[in-house]
């Protein structure tokens, strides 16, 4: 026995000795790399637009607008690495900050998919996004910013590991992100650990998902905890159940399953789709490779990361042409997901302001262990035939297994890090049995029981919210606008709900203070002041105190916004007296003691946001400059030392450090490797609230020394230093958006500067103030191209001023010439507003030499089609590789599909039946150089159905009756109604081909008056939501009428009542005219 224990510590001090210290290092490596386009210089109003299920729309951003194939080149990246024993991690600060590639260096298996060539296609928020790696998502998938630089320090720990930390303010709502790649000695799992920073003065909405590419191939399995019985996809649309998915609970995605499918076998599912897992009360999930014997494990505390979900391409033809898109060489690859405060896509949860939050995830590689049943930060364990367990550190542990009531097995062993250990062959797990790995202390390290889970619990999908008009509690309805600003809705805000609400009942205090804070947060201060102090006359009817602060904190902004400061300071101490907001609103109040100089109190203030919040990131950086203004340097520098130690990235206490003599100017600036404009933005946007001019010069001055100044920059050190902006200042990579740019922006446009009025226009526009904008850009559309396209917008979607649309266009293009944008949205608009398809391709042909976009190329082939040149747009389309936006496949898709249609429709009116069929079948066939595919089969319905048809006058009745049959099987579901709202009609259709005339009556007679109910529904914002960074965005009414006056001319077809049919379809052509199945309707 003491040999044994002599022994083991041997093996303990041997084994820590070889644990040596994590390698870190930051070189250049090249990588091929298909050049990014340059940005869009047009601003993007596109308020619907949709990305990832929830608002798109990207302004103040400038955006990449198309794809680079032509060009590759070996480009420098900063690399870091990060290596120990057992991983190699390499990290690209450049791109996102994404983990480029994880190593597991015991079998050479990169456990992530690793991209060997840099080649962005048109997935992101932005534009620009690249597939492998580990890449981090907030506050919203596939961020803003995923293809642009990070900020990143390099942090020694004290055992010998290493942190990377990247960091950003994220260009959309301007908090800030960061997480920590940590990397220990001797462990096989690395941490990313992760802390979210609200510093703007309003709470914004996050989700933050870790989405791990991983390479796929058909012995690719994914793996969720055995109590998960369901899955489902966004949004919570479809479920089904899992690992065994039927038709049972309804069709998933659009997905038809033959029977019961194993979809935790990723060569079972075909088609591309996500799987969301169900909760669970088990902290892991992953994927493995059969073939390899390798995989990947994610551990995250289901508590705060609860989200666990896999996204495949799948294996048809959208798989391939995205492996086109985005790869040369590395084949294909799905994604592991591991969400943190949210369980699916979108579900966000709420950053108040000041609020940080810390979390962390993990990762580790497998090998020959198998499909785990159990896994956390120690190890992984497998039960399912002989018993398994590897662990991510070398340990001296006992394992135990019991059993009815007995111990079957208990030994000691070293297990080393990432080697299989596997208990002895007669050792099995059943049904209650149980197994522990501890330490040597006792602790346990590891356990897992075998239970039987229910399956009997899978829940009903998410329905569409009720429509607003039909809601007649105030409640519910501003619980439908909460929901709407939470989940970041494409179609609609907050505000319309809200609204409704307050029609019900006027002094609904709810209501009241969200539509204040809407108001104030889209700069109509005024307004917001008006319903905030409605609702603080209502809540104070009975109690003068208030349940909580935030009508006081919002007060407080309001007042500041409106340069009351008085009132500002008061409403923001009084807004103190509740907890939830002692630290944000002790904050500002700490901000104006500053601008009166009573910084003792500032101090005392501080001191108290800090009390309440430790990490208030902003609280914590004034500190520093408040108590070196008050005298006390020793607080001021102990207060600095404790700042960077927790966040060496907080750029508003490193530029204090800069102030007080703790950081270099040079060494300020050149940490700063996002946008530094737009981060100097941030921090002066603090300083003025603080009324620290002279420090925003200073800041102002540092950044002159790096780059140049963009102009909203300009004129903010011209406001403070005298003199004028420079007129010749870009606005860099962002719009105006900021309340200090505004102010600004407003100063300078009075005194004549054009640059001025056109950004301040911008600005407004994007806030809603669609008039203001309207008058500044009208004085300048004579000689700025950018005015005349702005109004142009503003003239379309808010001013019902469409007639002047086209000239505003064309005097835009007269000033720029040959501007692709410009191109591009005249015949966009020539289409919405139904000039004739020969002048749109007349007007494409004088710009031919212009023409690279895919988008125009499809506006083209749009144009052919609707002037009966089918032909031309078959060939255009077949003479060009296309590489879609995510969400656009169809686009190209559907040119194609329709040219063929409208032939085939044609060659069945000259009874050329066989040619006819021809057509439709070639339809259903894709050309792999479209880079398209299908989301949805049920596309497809209307190409069959015609087939069939012809098919059955061709003496075939068989064949037609397969196609009959496969339309009459499809279930009309959300999916196929977003796809094909019009299957229904063709449904009926088939059930008259087939000798069932009573069911397709029955179908119509049902689905007309659901219909004629929606036409007369009233919306609460947009009708529908686009994909494409469109700006000119139609009316709601004029959307709803064109879709069901639509569907009701279908409906009429059937019922045989050809006047009516025809009323409708005139109706629907009037309101859309650019829409193909409308033209084709009319046509034929």
């Given at each position: 026995?003491?040999?044994f224990?002599?022994?083991?510590?041997?093996?303990?001090?041997?084994t820590?000795?070889?644990?040596q210290?994590v390698?870190?290092?930051?070189?250049?490596?090249s990588i091929?790399?298909?050049?990014e386009?340059?940005?869009?210089?047009?601003?993007?109003?596109?308020?619907n637009?949709?990305?990832?299920?929830?608002?798109?729309?990207?302004?103040?951003?400038?955006?990449?607008?198309?794809?680079?194939r032509?060009?590759?080149?070996?480009k420098?990246?900063?690399?870091?690495?990060?290596?120990?024993?057992?991983?190699?991690?390499?990290i690209l600060?450049?791109?996102?900050?994404k983990?480029?590639?994880?190593?597991?260096?015991?079998?050479?298996?990169?456990?992530?998919y690793k991209?060997?060539?840099?080649?962005?296609?048109?997935i992101?928020?932005?534009?620009?996004?690249?597939?492998?790696?580990?890449?981090?998502?907030?506050?919203?998938?596939?961020?803003?910013?995923?293809?642009?630089?990070?900020?990143?320090?390099?942090?020694?720990?004290?055992?010998?590991?290493?942190?990377?930390?990247?960091?950003?303010?994220?260009?959309?709502?301007?908090?800030?992100?960061m997480?920590?790649i940590v990397?220990?000695?001797?462990e096989?799992?690395?941490?990313?650990?992760?802390k979210?920073?609200?510093?703007t003065?309003l709470?914004?909405s996050f989700?933050w998902?870790?989405?791990?590419?991983?390479?796929?191939?058909?012995?690719?399995?994914?793996?969720f905890p055995h109590?998960?019985?369901?899955?489902?996809?966004?949004?919570k649309?479809?479920?089904?159940?899992?690992?065994?998915?039927t038709?049972a609970?309804?069709?998933f995605?659009g997905?038809?399953?033959?029977?019961?499918?194993?979809?935790?076998?990723?060569?079972n599912?075909i088609?591309?789709?996500s799987?969301?897992?169900?909760a669970?009360?088990?902290?892991?999930?992953?994927?493995?490779?059969t073939?390899?014997?390798?995989?990947?494990?994610?551990?995250?505390?289901h508590?705060?990361?609860?989200?666990?979900?896999?996204f495949t391409?799948?294996?048809n033809?959208?798989s391939q042409?995205?492996e086109?898109?985005?790869?040369?060489t590395?084949?294909?690859?799905?994604?592991?997901m591991?969400?943190?405060?949210?369980d699916?896509q979108?579900?966000?949860?709420?950053l108040e302001p000041m609020?940080?939050?810390?979390?962390?995830?993990?990762?580790?590689?497998i090998?020959?262990?198998?499909?785990?049943?159990f896994?956390?930060?120690t190890?992984?364990i497998?039960?399912k035939?002989t018993?398994?367990?590897?662990l991510?550190k070398t340990?001296?542990?006992?394992?135990?297994v019991?059993?009815?009531n007995q111990i079957l097995?208990?030994?000691?062993?070293?297990?080393?890090?990432?080697e299989?250990?596997m208990?002895?062959?007669d050792?099995r797990?059943?049904?209650?049995?149980?197994?522990?790995v501890?330490?040597?202390?006792?602790?346990?390290l590891?356990?897992?029981t075998?239970?039987k889970?229910?399956?009997?619990?899978?829940?009903?999908?998410?329905?569409d919210?009720?429509?607003i008009?039909?809601?007649?509690?105030?409640?519910l309805l501003?619980?439908e606008?909460?929901?709407v600003?939470q989940?970041?809705?494409?179609?609609?805000k907050?505000e319309?709900?809200?609204?409704?609400?307050?029609?019900?009942?006027p002094n609904?205090?709810p209501?009241?203070?969200?539509?204040?804070?809407?108001?104030?947060r889209?700069?109509?201060?005024?307004?917001?002041?008006e319903?905030?102090?409605r609702?603080e006359?209502?809540?104070?009817?009975?109690?003068?105190?208030l349940e909580?602060?935030?009508l006081?904190y919002?007060?407080?902004?309001?007042?500041?916004?409106l340069?009351?400061?008085?009132k500002?300071?008061?409403?923001?101490?009084?807004?103190a007296?509740?907890?939830?907001?002692?630290?944000?609103?002790?904050?500002?109040?700490?901000?104006?003691?500053?601008?009166?100089l009573?910084y003792d109190?500032?101090?005392?203030?501080?001191?108290?946001?800090?009390?309440?919040h430790?990490?208030?990131?902003?609280?914590?950086?004034?500190?520093?400059?408040?108590?070196?203004?008050?005298?006390?340097?020793?607080a001021s520098e102990r207060?600095?030392?404790?700042?960077?130690?927790?966040?060496?990235?907080n750029?508003?206490a490193?530029?204090?450090?800069?102030?007080?003599?703790?950081?270099?100017?040079?060494?300020?600036m050149e940490?700063?490797?996002t946008?530094?404009?737009?981060?100097?933005?941030?921090l002066?946007?603090?300083?003025?609230?603080?009324d620290l001019?002279?420090?925003?010069?200073?800041?102002?001055?540092?950044l002159q020394?790096?780059?140049?100044?963009?102009?909203?920059?300009?004129?903010?050190y011209a406001?403070i230093?005298?003199?004028?902006p420079?007129?010749?200042?870009?606005?860099?990579?962002?719009f105006p958006?900021?309340?200090?740019?505004?102010?600004?922006?407003?100063?300078?446009?009075?005194?004549?500067s054009?640059?001025?009025?056109l950004?301040?226009g911008?600005?407004?526009y994007?806030?809603?103030h669609?008039?203001?904008?309207v008058?500044?850009?009208e004085?300048l559309?004579?000689?700025?191209?950018?005015?005349?396209r702005?109004?142009a917008?503003?003239?379309?979607?808010?001013?019902?001023r469409?007639n002047e649309?086209?000239?505003?266009?064309?005097?835009?293009?007269?000033?720029?010439?040959?501007?692709?944008q410009?191109?591009?949205?005249t015949v966009?608009?020539?289409g919405?507003?139904?000039?004739?398809?020969?002048e749109?391709i007349?007007?494409?042909n004088?710009?031919?030499?212009?023409?690279?976009?895919?988008?125009?190329?499809?506006?083209?082939a749009?144009a052919?089609?609707?002037?009966?040149?089918?032909d031309?747009?078959?060939?255009?389309?077949?003479g060009?590789?296309?590489v879609?936006a995510?969400g656009?496949?169809?686009a190209?898709?559907?040119q194609?599909m329709?040219a063929?249609?409208?032939?085939?429709?044609?060659?069945?009116?000259?009874n050329?039946?066989?040619?006819?069929?021809?057509?439709?079948?070639?339809a259903?066939?894709?050309p792999?150089?479209?880079?398209?595919?299908?989301?949805?089969i049920?596309r497809?319905?209307p190409?069959?159905y015609y087939?069939?048809?012809?098919?059955k006058?061709l003496g075939?009745e068989?064949k037609?009756n397969?196609?009959?049959?496969?339309i009459?099987?499809?279930?009309v579901?959300?999916?196929?109604n977003?796809?094909?709202p019009?299957?229904?009609?063709?449904?009926?259709?088939?059930?008259?081909?087939t000798?069932?005339?009573?069911?397709g009556d029955?179908l119509?007679?049902?689905?007309?008056?659901?219909?004629?109910?929606?036409?007369?529904?009233i919306?609460?914002?947009?009708?529908?939501?686009?994909p494409?960074?469109?700006s000119f965005?139609?009316?709601?009414?004029?959307?709803?009428?064109?879709y069901y006056?639509?569907l009701?001319?279908?409906?009429?077809?059937?019922t045989?009542d050809?006047?009516?049919?025809?009323?409708?379809i005139?109706?629907?052509?009037?309101?859309?005219p650019?829409?193909l199945?409308?033209f084709?309707e009319?046509?034929f």
């Amino acid at each position: 026995m003491k040999y044994f224990n002599i022994l083991f510590l041997i093996l303990f001090l041997t084994t820590s000795a070889k644990a040596q210290s994590v390698k870190v290092s930051v070189s250049k490596v090249s990588i091929p790399t298909y050049t990014e386009p340059e940005r869009e210089e047009l601003p993007m109003f596109a308020e619907n637009r949709v990305h990832q299920r929830s608002s798109g729309n990207p302004y103040p951003n400038q955006i990449v607008l198309k794809v680079n194939r032509e060009q590759k080149v070996d480009k420098e990246y900063t690399l870091i690495k990060l290596e120990n024993e057992y991983l190699e991690l390499q990290i690209l600060p450049e791109i996102g900050g994404k983990i480029y590639a994880a190593k597991d260096k015991t079998n050479g298996y990169d456990f992530f998919y690793k991209n060997h060539v840099i080649k962005p296609a048109l997935i992101g928020a932005l534009g620009s996004w690249i597939s492998g790696g580990l890449e981090f998502n907030w506050p919203f998938h596939h961020r803003a910013s995923s293809f642009m630089p990070t900020d990143y320090e390099i942090e020694k720990l004290p055992g010998g590991g290493v942190v990377v930390w990247v960091s950003e303010h994220d260009p959309t709502d301007r908090m800030k992100g960061m997480v920590g790649i940590v990397l220990n000695p001797g462990e096989s799992i690395f941490e990313t650990r992760v802390k979210l920073s609200n510093i703007t003065p309003l709470r914004h909405s996050f989700l933050w998902w870790e989405n791990v590419a991983v390479p796929s191939n058909k012995n690719y399995e994914i793996f969720f905890p055995h109590d998960v019985s369901h899955v489902f996809f966004h949004y919570k649309r479809s479920v089904t159940t899992y690992p065994v998915a039927t038709n049972a609970a309804g069709i998933f995605n659009g997905i038809r399953y033959d029977g019961a499918v194993d979809i935790s076998k990723h060569r079972n599912t075909i088609q591309p789709t996500s799987y969301f897992s169900a909760a669970s009360q088990y902290d892991f999930f992953g994927g493995y490779d059969t073939g390899r014997k390798c995989g990947v494990v994610h551990i995250g505390d289901h508590h705060v990361s609860p989200g666990k979900k896999m996204f495949t391409w799948a294996y048809n033809q959208l798989s391939q042409s995205w492996e086109n898109a985005l790869t040369d060489t590395d084949g294909a690859y799905c994604e592991l997901m591991a969400g943190s405060y949210s369980d699916n896509q979108p579900d966000f949860t709420w950053l108040e302001p000041m609020e940080t939050k810390t979390f962390s995830q993990y990762w580790f590689p497998i090998g020959e262990i198998g499909v785990p049943d159990f896994a956390n930060t120690t190890g992984a364990i497998y039960v399912k035939d002989t018993i398994k367990v590897q662990l991510n550190k070398t340990r001296n542990v006992k394992i135990t297994v019991k059993g009815d009531n007995q111990i079957l097995y208990s030994g000691k062993a070293t297990v080393k890090a990432r080697e299989e250990y596997m208990l002895p062959a007669d050792v099995r797990m059943k049904l209650g049995y149980s197994i522990d790995v501890t330490a040597n202390d006792g602790t346990v390290l590891m356990s897992y029981t075998v239970k039987k889970h229910d399956t009997f619990n899978i829940p009903h999908t998410t329905q569409d919210m009720p429509n607003i008009k039909k809601v007649e509690s105030p409640h519910l309805l501003y619980l439908e606008g909460l929901h709407v600003d939470q989940y970041r809705d494409p179609a609609t805000k907050g505000e319309s709900y809200y609204k409704e609400a307050l029609e019900r009942d006027p002094n609904f205090a709810p209501a009241l203070i969200a539509l204040g804070e809407a108001k104030l947060r889209n700069a109509f201060y005024s307004e917001a002041l008006e319903y905030l102090l409605r609702a603080e006359k209502v809540l104070t009817r009975f109690n003068t105190r208030l349940e909580n602060g935030k009508l006081y904190y919002l007060l407080g902004h309001v007042y500041l916004a409106l340069d009351e400061q008085e009132k500002s300071y008061d409403y923001f101490r009084k807004a103190a007296w509740s907890s939830a907001y002692v630290s944000s609103a002790m904050t500002y109040a700490a901000m104006l003691d500053i601008r009166k100089l009573e910084y003792d109190k500032a101090v005392q203030h501080l001191a108290t946001a800090i009390t309440y919040h430790k990490d208030n990131a902003v609280a914590n950086a004034l500190m520093i400059y408040a108590s070196y203004l008050q005298g006390d340097k020793k607080a001021s520098e102990r207060q600095y030392l404790s700042v960077e130690a927790n966040d060496k990235l907080n750029h508003l206490a490193r530029y204090f450090g800069v102030l007080t003599g703790k950081v270099s100017a040079r060494d300020f600036m050149e940490k700063i490797r996002t946008d530094k404009n737009q981060v100097c933005l941030d921090l002066i946007e603090t300083l003025l609230v603080a009324d620290l001019q002279k420090e925003a010069v200073s800041l102002i001055e540092m950044l002159q020394t790096h780059e140049p100044l963009i102009f909203s920059l300009s004129a903010i050190y011209a406001d403070i230093k005298g003199g004028s902006p420079n007129d010749s200042a870009t606005e860099g990579i962002a719009f105006p958006s900021r309340r200090i740019e505004m102010n600004s922006l407003s100063h300078w446009a009075k005194q004549g500067s054009r640059k001025a009025q056109l950004l301040l226009g911008c600005a407004l526009y994007a806030k809603g103030h669609y008039e203001k904008a309207v008058a500044l850009w009208e004085g300048l559309s004579s000689t700025d191209y950018r005015a005349a396209r702005n109004l142009a917008v503003a003239y379309y979607s808010h001013m019902d001023r469409k007639n002047e649309v086209l000239p505003l266009l064309k005097q835009a293009l007269s000033l720029k010439p040959n501007d692709e944008q410009l191109i591009f949205e005249t015949v966009y608009v020539m289409g919405k507003l139904g000039v004739a398809p020969i002048e749109r391709i007349s007007f494409l042909n004088n710009h031919k030499s212009a023409i690279s976009r895919d988008d125009i190329m499809l506006e083209w082939a749009r144009a052919y089609n609707m002037a009966g040149q089918e032909d031309k747009a078959i060939e255009l389309l077949r003479g060009r590789n296309f590489v879609p936006a995510e969400g656009g496949e169809h686009a190209v898709a559907e040119q194609y599909m329709f040219a063929y249609f409208l032939k085939g429709r044609r060659l069945m009116k000259e009874n050329k039946m066989q040619e006819a069929t021809d057509c439709f079948k070639a339809a259903q066939t894709l050309p792999q150089n479209l880079g398209a595919g299908l989301w949805n089969i049920v596309r497809l319905v209307p190409f069959k159905y015609y087939e069939a048809i012809c098919l059955k006058s061709l003496g075939q009745e068989d064949k037609a009756n397969e196609n009959f049959y496969f339309i009459t099987g499809i279930e009309v579901d959300y999916f196929s109604n977003m796809n094909l709202p019009e299957l229904p009609f063709y449904q009926a259709l088939c059930y008259r081909e087939t000798g069932m005339p009573f069911k397709g009556d029955m179908l119509i007679n049902y689905k007309l008056q659901d219909w004629k109910e929606g036409m007369k529904t009233i919306d609460a914002g947009y009708f529908a939501t686009t994909p494409f960074f469109i700006s000119f965005c139609d009316r709601a009414v004029q959307q709803r009428s064109a879709y069901y006056s639509y569907l009701l001319a279908l409906a009429y077809r059937y019922t045989g009542d050809t006047k009516l049919a025809q009323k409708y379809i005139e109706q629907a052509a009037v309101s859309d005219p650019y829409a193909l199945n409308i033209f084709a309707e009319r046509q034929f």
